[in-house]
């Protein structure tokens, strides 16, 4: 097996005539930091352009060795070249994409908009070089000799197939219009994410009167005067579009008109006939995705990346999604009767508006099962809750973490953690924690790397960099930050990627991607273990008198599994169904995006008390994220990954090492066969729909 060069660790690979030296800038050095990590503290802004310039010549000087390489081309001296050329391009990208994306400043936005379309005409040059691409075709058509074994032989028709789908085999003229669709959309992406960041942060509600605080729990109160403070409004209190402000909010505050202008401020973020208005944004979006497509030989946008994915098609996509609609709507159905019951028990009036969902569901939690969310949250302190997604690590695949106060931080809120395997001295990689909101950070939960897994040319495994961010509840001067239900869940979900990256053995870079629609089942499959009794008893301590969280408290917990799950699912299926409405366009139109999206929902009877999971002019997953046409893909996963689970119920060991070393074996797989390939031999046979319809309570 041919192994990956070991430039993961220096800048020498790929060095050569054009290759330039900075003793100023830390990209153009060895970085002598522990395990390699950034070393954050010296990077300043003005390096990442210099940086960038040199990543874009050293990668223009490495296909350019690869094309006028005299000998016939092997799959040595052509694709694994070709898989191994970009390092020093790669690591630039890296840091500067998580920085901007946790502490982006007017600077970094200036950077960001100056190289993003360097950027894509870099990687249009050599993702459309006729050389290259004729060298990569002669190996793919002799692929039965030229390749070694199974692994040379999917990395080289991976490598084909993705070279064709970027247009390889189009004419000059076509190319040219390629081009220039591919740097407008670049462009256009950054826009739309640039204006929800901004948006996001331009919207507060500012309380000066504590009778309006009516119902909100004191931490809650304490949080919101924290950041009127901050603010410059000191003796006030601020709530934010924040989900740790927005939320709590919407639950507890009793003041029905301010939960209205709250909500409506989240709802209609970025939609206000201004400069950060997204309609016209995603009008050209839409219709240039489309109009790529059609290029490329695909009929819609959602057909050409379907291709790729587990699901392969748009039809079978809408075949999943309206499977599961009918019965989750009769189950939202439902709780709106229940909540408006209690509405009407308590006003006298049973209308009922999205605003009021939150506040009467916590209502109806509270009838229904006995279980006041804000009770439970003393028992799911941040430190706490990390712990415990730590243990169940050790407790499934024997790794453990060792905080490492010496590793250079991108941002002083990090915490960072040596990885180390299951013999105890093995490094399996370093993992970053950034968990709370502040200005410059982009909404939401994500899992990234600093460096992806690689080997060197030795064999030896360069370990992952990974970083995994949120944006949870803050601690408050009397108080750590206490995470509600869905929080603790979100980094048990998160830390399900982190450790796709961290036990990924993959020789080949060009082999370490999976599926769309596979990527979440990792992640999905984590969630299952928090909120079980048997896990909750060892992590879910009070942050004062450090008690385990009570049995009947668990107890009630576990009984509330289904609760609230016909909104939940319903809110999630119409986004999902709402990103396959603009990306099967199969005719190139200007977009009345109200009209549009009224009309995609009205398709669906949705529910007017709920509102898709994400409104057109802020669906950044789809617009800004690398989503499109694949949101769906959390309910694809969401099979796989209830079915999992399923084996450790049925073994009668939710922490049965046999099922969790198969399934380590699945993650450090990545992407050297298909999804349902890795997956039918984990389980051992096709995954059943029955524990997903069981979990979200629609069977």
């Keep these: 097996m041919t192994l990956l060069c070991a430039a993961a660790l220096a800048t020498s690979c790929g060095t050569g005539p054009t290759a330039t030296t900075d003793t100023e800038n830390p990209f153009f050095a060895a970085w002598e930091t522990p395990f390699g990590t950034p070393p954050f503290e010296a990077i300043r802004p003005e390096h990442y352009r210099p940086a960038f310039d040199e990543g874009m010549a050293r990668e223009k000087a490495e296909i350019e060795a690869i094309v006028n390489n005299p000998q016939a081309p092997t799959f040595e001296n052509t694709i694994l070249a070709y898989d191994n050329s970009g390092e020093f391009l790669r690591r630039v990208s890296a840091v500067f994409g998580c920085v901007t994306g946790t502490d982006m400043t007017p600077e970094l936005e200036e950077i960001q908009?100056?190289?993003?379309?360097?950027?894509?005409?870099?990687?249009?040059?050599?993702s459309l070089d006729p050389r290259l691409f004729a060298r990569v075709k002669t190996v793919y058509e002799g692929r039965d000799s030229l390749c070694g074994d199974s692994l040379q032989r999917r990395l080289t028709e991976k490598m084909y197939r993705s070279f064709v789908r970027s247009g390889a085999e189009l004419s000059a003229e076509e190319q040219e219009e390629l081009r220039q669709i591919d740097e407008r959309l670049s462009m256009l992406s950054i826009r739309f994410g640039r204006n929800l960041r901004g948006d996001n942060g331009a919207f507060v509600l500012v309380i000066d009167n504590p009778e309006d605080l009516k119902g909100l729990p004191q931490n809650v109160v304490e949080a919101a005067a924290q950041e009127a403070e901050q603010r410059g409004e000191a003796g006030k209190w601020a709530f934010t579009l924040d989900k740790p402000s927005l939320i709590p909010f919407l639950q507890y505050a009793e003041n029905r008109d301010l939960r209205e202008r709250l909500y409506t401020g989240y709802l209609t973020r970025c939609h206000h006939g201004d400069e950060r208005d997204n309609r016209t944004v995603l009008d050209s979006i839409a219709n240039l995705r489309l109009q790529r497509a059609n290029l490329l030989g695909y009929p819609t946008h959602a057909a050409y990346v379907l291709d790729r994915q587990m699901a392969r098609t748009p039809e079978a996509v809408y075949a999943r999604l309206n499977e599961l609609l009918p019965p989750a709507l009769e189950r939202a159905r439902g709780e709106l009767a229940e909540m408006r019951a209690i509405k009407l028990a308590e006003t006298g009036d049973s209308s009922f508006a999205s605003w009021d969902w939150w506040f009467y569901a916590e209502r109806l939690r509270k009838a229904k099962y006995d279980l006041n969310e804000d009770e439970l949250r003393p028992y799911f302190a941040l430190d706490s809750v990390r712990k415990g997604v730590f243990g169940l690590a050790t407790k499934l695949y024997g790794i453990t973490f060792r905080e490492r106060n010496d590793l250079p931080k991108y941002n002083p809120e990090n915490r960072v953690f040596e990885v180390i395997d299951a013999d105890g001295t093995?490094?399996?990689g370093v993992l970053y924690l950034d968990f709370h909101p502040r200005a410059g950070k982009r909404v939401g939960a994500w899992c990234t790397t600093f460096r992806s897994q690689a080997y060197d040319s030795t064999g030896a495994r360069i370990a992952p960099v990974v970083s995994i961010v949120t944006n949870f509840s803050k601690p408050t001067a009397d108080a750590p930050a206490l995470l509600t239900l869905d929080e603790t869940t979100t980094l048990f979900h998160e830390f399900g990627h982190g450790l796709h990256q961290l036990f990924s053995m993959v020789p080949y870079r060009g082999l370490k991607g999976v599926e769309r629609d596979f990527v979440e089942l990792p992640s999905q499959v984590m969630e299952n273990w928090a909120m079980r009794p048997e896990l909750l008893a060892e992590?879910?301590?009070?942050?004062?008198?450090?008690?385990?969280?009570?049995?009947?408290?668990?107890?009630?917990?576990?009984?509330?599994?289904?609760?609230?799950?016909?909104?939940?699912?319903?809110?999630?299926?119409?986004?999902?169904?709402?990103?396959?409405?603009?990306?099967?366009?199969?005719?190139?139109?200007?977009?009345?995006?109200?009209?549009?999206?009224?009309?995609?929902?009205?398709?669906?009877?949705?529910?007017?008390?709920?509102?898709?999971?994400?409104?057109s002019t802020y669906f950044q997953h789809i617009f800004s994220g690398g989503y499109s046409s694949g949101y769906y893909s959390y309910i694809w996963a969401e099979v796989l990954d209830a079915d999992a689970f399923a084996a450790y119920v049925a073994s009668g060991d939710l922490f049965n090492p046999e099922i969790a070393a198969r399934f380590r074996t699945l993650l450090s797989r990545g992407g050297t066969a298909d999804g349902d390939v890795l997956y039918r031999e984990f389980r051992g046979a096709e995954p059943s729909m029955e524990p997903l319809l069981r979990r979200r309570g629609l069977k």
Excluded: C, W
């Design 113 to 126: 908009s100056e190289v993003s379309p360097l950027l894509t005409r870099h990687n249009s040059d050599i």
């Design 426 to 428: 093995t490094h399996l």
């Design 539 to 615: 992590y879910a301590r009070h942050y004062r008198t450090g008690e385990p969280i009570p049995a009947e408290l668990a107890a009630k917990i576990a009984r509330s599994g289904l609760f609230n799950q016909g909104f939940a699912t319903v809110e999630y299926l119409a986004a999902s169904l709402l990103d396959m409405d603009y990306h099967t366009l199969a005719q190139a139109q200007p977009l009345d995006i109200d009209a549009f999206e009224e009309t995609s929902m009205r398709g669906i009877g949705l529910l007017p008390q709920i509102e898709p999971r994400y409104k």
